[in-house]
């Protein structure tokens, strides 16, 4: 149920998520997160956040079994702000390398690959990549986005062995480094938001991820 004054964000679950911490987060930041399957709460919902952890194609199997693609698809078509986290960033892309070639919601342009040839100094690096990394520019501007207000160079929190490679590079929000290797961290396209880290893991920057959605529904609800 919406708490007055407070905008509602549907949560989704598909059985393949880190739902109670982004509920707590949402909580925080001053939303009301409703954890959801229901197509019809994603609908009614002023935003939509999709995260995930596990293997691609058996992650968008559940979303199809849910009918929840043509839900997600409406949104991202809407100016509902709509955020995918980690899994739920690589499902907004065309399709995925990880275990076979897999289809997504292709909402964006681009796919998913694997992590190959990481070194450091020599040393060679564990794939999944683990850890806090450091988010950095791109060529878009961070004001009026969810990374708003966080400093350039802020460390977040990576689990995962998969990584999304825009087709188009303009949507790339933030790069981040593991090893030899640069990969697109964040990506935007109009109310269209993705983050391979985990904002909800990432301490107090990670938090501000989650108050700017409630900016970015403000700004919405303008253009409507």
Same mark, same amino acid.
């Given at each position: 149920?919406?708490?007055?004054?407070?905008?509602?964000?549907?949560?989704?679950?598909?059985?393949?998520?880190?739902?109670?911490?982004?509920?707590?987060?949402?909580?925080?930041?001053?939303?009301?997160?409703?954890?959801?399957?229901?197509?019809?709460?994603?609908?009614?919902?002023?935003?939509?956040?999709?995260?995930?952890?596990?293997?691609?194609?058996?992650?968008?199997?559940?979303?199809?079994?849910?009918?929840?693609?043509?839900?997600?698809?409406?949104?991202?078509?809407?100016?509902?702000?709509?955020?995918?986290?980690?899994? #739920?960033? +690589?499902?907004?892309?065309?399709? /995925?390398?990880?275990? &076979? $070639?897999?289809?997504?919601?292709? =909402?964006?342009?681009?796919?998913?690959?694997?992590?190959?040839?990481?070194?450091?100094?020599?040393?060679?690096?564990?794939?999944?990549?683990?850890?806090?990394?450091?988010?950095?520019?791109?060529?878009?501007?961070?004001?009026?986005?969810?990374?708003?207000?966080?400093?350039?160079?802020?460390?977040?929190?990576?689990?995962?062995?998969?990584?999304?490679?825009?087709?188009?590079?303009?949507?790339?929000?933030?790069?981040?480094?593991?090893?030899?290797?640069?990969?697109?961290?964040?990506?935007?396209?109009?109310?269209?938001? #993705?983050? +391979?880290?985990?904002?909800?893991? /990432?301490?107090?920057? &990670? $938090?501000?991820?989650?108050?700017? =959605?409630?900016?970015?529904?403000?700004?919405?609800?303008?253009?409507?």
């Amino acid at each position: 149920m919406k708490e007055e004054g407070k905008f509602n964000v549907a949560i989704i679950d598909f059985g393949m998520g880190n739902l109670f911490s982004v509920k707590q987060a949402c909580r925080i930041a001053g939303l009301d997160g409703e954890i959801t399957s229901h197509w019809k709460a994603v609908s009614k919902a002023d935003a939509v956040i999709l995260p995930g952890v596990g293997a691609f194609g058996t992650a968008m199997q559940r979303l199809k079994e849910l009918e929840l693609i043509k839900p997600l698809i409406d949104v991202a078509q809407s100016n509902k702000p709509l955020l995918g986290i980690c899994l #739920g960033m +690589q499902l907004l892309m065309t399709q /995925s390398h990880e275990f &076979g $070639l897999h289809a997504g919601l292709d =909402i964006l342009p681009g796919e998913v690959v694997r992590f190959i040839s990481l070194s450091k100094s020599e040393q060679i690096l564990k794939v999944p990549h683990t850890g806090w990394s450091q988010i950095y520019e791109s060529e878009m501007s961070w004001n009026a986005s969810l990374l708003e207000g966080i400093p350039e160079g802020e460390y977040m929190y990576f689990v995962h062995s998969y990584y999304v490679n825009p087709g188009d590079s303009s949507i790339t929000m933030s790069i981040s480094h593991y090893g030899n290797t640069t990969f697109c961290s964040s990506i935007r396209r109009r109310n269209i938001f #993705g983050c +391979q880290f985990h904002p909800e893991r /990432s301490g107090s920057n &990670g $938090l501000r991820i989650y108050k700017n =959605i409630a900016n970015c529904i403000i700004n919405s609800k303008n253009h409507y």
